[in-house]
């Protein structure tokens, strides 16, 4: 209030209601809350389970002294989908428990933006773009300048439902609005968003703003060699990631080698045999690489282990595909499942998944290259029903990428 006084700021009165409200009367359970929340930070930067337990429990205790604290519901609810996520995931009550401790939370107070954004959250990872779409707006509504729900907006309208101009105005409100530690996270999205449909200029501005930001050289690295990779700059893109890789182990280009000259044999079985690692060490499911590893451990002329890969890449893909998940709505399960059927041999199945490939209504930039270039379609790479399909994904990525330059420009 006292800064806005004196930069002659209005308040409105939204504003003032969430600055006056008291989120529970027990400074007890409020101090338990907050110390909740930094073992919740710590588990979310470490994976510590110890810190997780620590977190729920304190939950709990603040929970047993006001069992109407709102705020300690919805937290409780983001820790449960970070812990369960991938436990979870292929189960019928997929992040369920969340939902209910969301909605505990709106029964008593009903303006809680977090609450709101959580369950926007979850709809979206189940594959529920509407009620995702519903739940983000409700949380903004709210507070407009929530950048949490701004930024998961961003990416359901690109990603799900390719409107790049709303979706780059949302990570822009998000950017603009966000606290200083998340900038660099939302610049980095933002960043995707302009990449996605190919404006570079953008793109290479807001990756090095969040460079500047937080220092962090080898993710720099690494998002320059996405960009060079969407380019079809292919051994630049091995160069740079190879130079984050070498400022930090964590970074390294995933599938550039898969890309570049056929003299990448070996560099692809090691960057596979990495990915294999950071899944093991994660936890993480393994949705959308199975088949990249089970190709470079093919190259290498590991024959059955490649195929027990692809194997897990079809079960992961199909079983999406039945319970709706978000990856299969954005049709990169289908896209999987063709490639491995392509390279497997069996060009019937392959089509019948690139047939429902081929309904997206948009291909971000570097989907467009990956397709001109994966090796997993060689065997029908030739074929004019592929050949049209690349067709199309180049004419509906061009028409997206000249209506955000418009708009950019100033054009409706």
């Known amino acids: 209030k006292t800064i806005a006084s004196e930069l002659n700021a209005t308040i409105s009165q939204e504003e003032q209601n969430r600055m006056e409200k008291i989120p529970t009367a027990n400074l007890t359970a409020y101090n338990l809350y907050l110390k909740a929340g930094s073992y919740y930070k710590d588990y979310r930067k470490t994976k510590h389970l110890n810190s997780y337990s620590k977190a729920v429990t304190i939950y709990k205790a603040a929970l047993d002294l006001d069992s109407t604290f709102a705020r300690a519901y919805s937290d409780l609810a983001n820790v449960y989908l970070r812990r369960y996520f991938w436990e979870t995931y292929f189960k019928q009550d997929f992040l ?53 729900a701004l930024a998961y907006k961003g990416y359901l309208l690109t990603s799900l439902i390719s409107d790049y101009v709303m979706g780059i105005d949302a990570y822009q409100k998000a950017v603009r609005s966000g606290p200083p530690e998340y900038t660099p996270d939302l610049l980095r999205g933002l960043g995707q968003a302009f990449l996605d449909v190919g404006i570079i200029d953008s793109t290479r501005s807001c990756y090095r703003r969040a460079y500047e930001f937080d220092g962090n050289k080898g993710l720099y690295l ?67 690489q199975a088949h990249r590893i089970g190709y470079a451990f093919w190259r290498a002329g590991k024959y059955e282990q490649a195929r027990n890969f692809f ?8 079983e999406s595909i039945k ?13 999987d499942l063709a490639g491995t059927y392509a390279f497997l041999g069996d060009r019937e199945t392959a089509y019948k998944y690139l047939k429902e490939f081929d309904r997206k209504t948009f291909y971000p930039l570097w989907w467009v290259t990956l397709a001109k270039y994966d090796p997993l379609f060689n065997s029908i790479r030739n074929d004019e029903k592929f050949q049209k399909i690349l067709f199309n994904m180049q004419v509906k990525y061009q028409a997206e990428h000249d209506r955000v330059k418009k708009w950019l420009e100033g054009g409706e």
């Open 323 to 335: 319970l709706k998940r978000m990856i299969s709505q954005y049709r990169l399960t289908h896209y």
């Open 311 to 318: 194997e897990v890449q079809i079960n992961y893909s199909r």
């Open 222 to 288: 690494l998002n320059l060699s996405d960009i060079e990779f969407c380019l079809e700059n292919f051994n630049e893109a091995i160069r740079l990631g190879y130079e984050a890789f070498k400022v930090d182990s964590a970074y390294y280009p995933e599938n550039s080698y898969f890309y570049g000259d056929t003299g990448h044999v070996q560099e692809a079985y090691l960057q596979a045999k990495r990915l294999i690692k950071r899944f093991e060490k994660s936890g993480e499911l393994n949705l959308d």
């Open 96 to 148: 369920d428990s969340c939902i209910v401790l969301a909605k505990l939370a709106l029964s008593f107070d009903p303006n809680l933006d977090e609450a709101w954004q959580v369950i926007g959250r979850c709809c979206f990872e189940k594959g529920d773009i509407d009620g995702a779409l519903r739940n983000y707006n409700k949380a903004i509504e709210i507070n407009p300048e929530y950048s949490d």
